[in-house]
T-cell receptor
């Protein structure tokens, strides 16, 4: 099965700075990767679908200029939180899946903006 | 509006008993329903997938049922163990799309 590696597992940054989170598919060429955000005791909310070689598709209410997604290769997608604010503090998780199949998730990144 | 509902309160059971978790949904016609386990500070891990034309699926101590008329799935863990303590998420996939929509999850606590 596919293995997904996400880095870093946690990060603390100052308000106004940017943070990049990497998601790597270690043994599977993923043309599509998904980025989720999870607040405490809440469900995983899909933020965007990352498409290799093209623009990401963002869910309603997610600011594309704030959450920059780059999927430059079949094994790497990055999410950059720009001009981070305390309300962006959350647990960010990436995943890969194919229609009708199980999803593989990264370990998640705990972002704390101070 | 579309909703996926799981028991928000934690389920406390004794070791050896069967845990039953519920997932109800409205205004969806899922092609697939999946169950995941999530430990604190970790990403979800896949457990079972059941298709709309399947009634039941089993894997070792796990069993999932899927009733598309009631719009409900039940997830059972038999002979539960303290190591089964975690949050369990149900997720729906609508036909033609590979994105998953998740419920909030139910925390299961198995006491020795």
């Amino acid at each position: 099965g596919a293995v997904v590696s996400q880095h870093p597992s946690w990060v603390i940054c100052k308000s106004g700075t940017s943070v990049k989170i990497e998601c790597r598919s270690l043994d599977f060429q993923a043309t599509t990767m998904f980025w989720y955000r999870q607040f405490p005791k809440q469900s995983l909310m899909l933020m965007a679908t990352s498409n290799e070689g093209s623009k990401a598709t963002y869910e309603q209410g997610v600011e594309k200029d704030k959450f920059l997604i780059n999927h430059a290769s079949l094994t790497l997608s990055t999410l950059t939180v720009t001009s981070a604010h305390p309300e962006d503090s959350s647990f960010y998780i990436c995943s890969i899946t194919r229609q009708g199949e199980k999803a593989f998730f990264g370990q998640g990144t705990r972002l704390t903006v101070v | 509006s579309q909703k996926i509902e799981q028991n928000s309160e934690a389920l406390n059971i004794q070791e050896g008993k069967t845990a039953t978790l519920t997932c109800n949904y409205t205004n969806y016609s899922p092609a697939y329903l999946q169950w995941y386990r999530q430990d604190p500070g970790r990403g979800p891990v896949f457990l079972l997938l059941i298709r709309e034309n399947e009634k039941e699926k089993r894997k070792e101590r796990l069993k999932v049922t899927f009733d598309t008329t009631l719009k409900q799935s039940l997830f059972h863990i038999t002979a539960s163990q303290p190591a089964d303590s975690a949050t369990y998420l149900c997720a729906l996939e609508v036909s033609g799309y590979s994105t998953l929509t998740f419920g909030k999850g139910t925390m299961l606590l198995v006491s020795p």
